[in-house]
């Protein structure tokens, strides 16, 4: 099993930036993926992005050019970084990783963009 730890989440003005970080720990196995999902009240969980164990990485439409994912693999830490916020993308925030033997989840951070 995989746990996870997010970090980061907050309030902030339409416009402005924040750094999301989940820390991995336990079996960890060298080829994985990690992704970030979001969830707004009454909506279903969407992926985000996404970010291979080789640093290929994969956005929704709506993020891209505002959001950045990336990883450091010697900290087994997954980094979403998000510029101009907007109010659609509050949400709560979750960190998932998958290999070949399993997918976990975090507990979730919520971000909420003022207008």
């Known amino acids: 099993q995989v746990q996870l730890v997010e970090s980061g989440g907050g309030l902030v003005q339409a416009g402005g930036s924040l750094r999301l970080s989940c820390a991995a720990s336990g079996s960890i196995f060298t080829v994985n993926v990690m992704a970030w999902y979001r969830q707004a009240p009454g909506k279903q969980r969407n992926v985000v992005a996404s970010?291979?164990?080789?640093?290929?990485?994969n956005y929704v439409d709506s993020v891209k050019g505002r959001f950045t994912i990336s990883r450091d693999n010697a900290k087994n830490t997954v980094y979403l970084e998000m510029n101009s916020l907007k109010p659609e993308d509050t949400a709560v925030y979750f960190c998932?990783?998958?290999?070949?033997?399993?997918?976990?989840w975090g507990q979730g951070t919520q971000v909420t963009v003022s207008s």
């Open positions: 970010i291979t164990s080789g640093g290929s990485t």
């Open positions: 998932a990783y998958s290999d070949y033997r399993q997918n976990c």
